[in-house]
């Protein structure tokens, strides 16, 4: 864990950080910020299969950025700015106060290599950002293969998949949570369970009918522990 200091340096760090990511981008931040990162991750959705979850606290002009990110990514709007946050494949997270970034001492912390601090920072990117945030129509239905690492974000996807009358189809790399033995399985979604806080988990039907549920990091009521979700239709 580090810190950097001044706008230019956190800029760079993030456009860095989705400029290398292979999976799965969590991004929050002012329209602006999020406007001055559109090319690249456009670049990662379109190159390399990028899955993005964006929250947008709106400024002026939003409107026409938010068009056009609905096409990439799955996107909320939060009125009330929280801190910008962007994880990177849960290897990498770059944070910091969005009322100071553009002041001269503005600086973020970053956070790499951690696996249970990511995964709480993870968890704070959902539950105190994306789930207070409003959803925005159009909703985004890939019209490709996603790869997603954090259960609730794949998920997500899959209910907005269910909500046109389509089915989604997921592959989940993982493990069994009673043998811990590394596993595959791959399916179609017959349904989602949320509670926010306590429980994402979904139930695959593999080709032979049978029914496995799947749970998220650190899953304990389910049968497998989803490490890496592909999800299409």
């Given amino acids: 864990m580090w810190i950097v200091r001044g706008k230019k340096s ?3 760090w993030i456009g860095k950080s ?5 999976k799965e981008i969590l991004f929050a931040a002012p329209s602006y910020l999020m406007e001055a990162m559109y090319q690249t991750l456009f670049e990662s959705y379109e190159r ?3 899955s993005l979850t964006l929250v947008i606290y709106p400024g002026e002009g939003y409107e026409e950025l938010t068009r056009k990110l609905t096409k ?3 996107v909320r709007i939060r009125e009330i700015v929280g801190p910008y946050i962007l994880i990177s494949d849960n290897k990498r ?9 553009n002041s001269e001492d ?12 990511l995964y709480t920072l993870a968890y704070f990117f959902n539950q105190s ?5 409003k959803p925005i129509e159009p909703i985004f239905v890939p019209v490709k293969k996603m790869t997603f690492l954090n259960v609730w974000s794949a998920i997500e996807i899959m209910k907005n998949i269910l909500s046109v009358g389509r089915i989604p189809y997921a592959r989940v790399l993982g493990r069994n949570i009673r043998t811990n033995e ?3 399985v791959e399916g179609k979604v017959v349904s989602t369970n949320v509670i926010p806080g306590l429980i994402y988990s979904f139930i695959l039907e593999d080709s032979s009918g049978k029914q496995i549920t799947i749970g998220g990091i650190r899953a304990t009521l389910e049968e497998v522990e989803a490490r890496e979700i592909s999800v299409w239709t």
């Fill in 106 to 117: 503005c600086y973020a912390d970053i956070v790499e290599m951690e696996d249970e601090l």
């Fill in 93 to 101: 997270c770059i944070i910091g106060s969005t009322l100071f970034l």
């Fill in 10 to 12: 956190i800029e760079k």
């Fill in 18 to 22: 989705i400029a290398e990511s292979k």
């Fill in 129 to 133: 950002l994306f789930i207070t945030a």
């Fill in 48 to 50: 390399r299969n990028v």
């Fill in 182 to 184: 590394s596993v595959q």
């Fill in 72 to 74: 990439i990514a799955n």
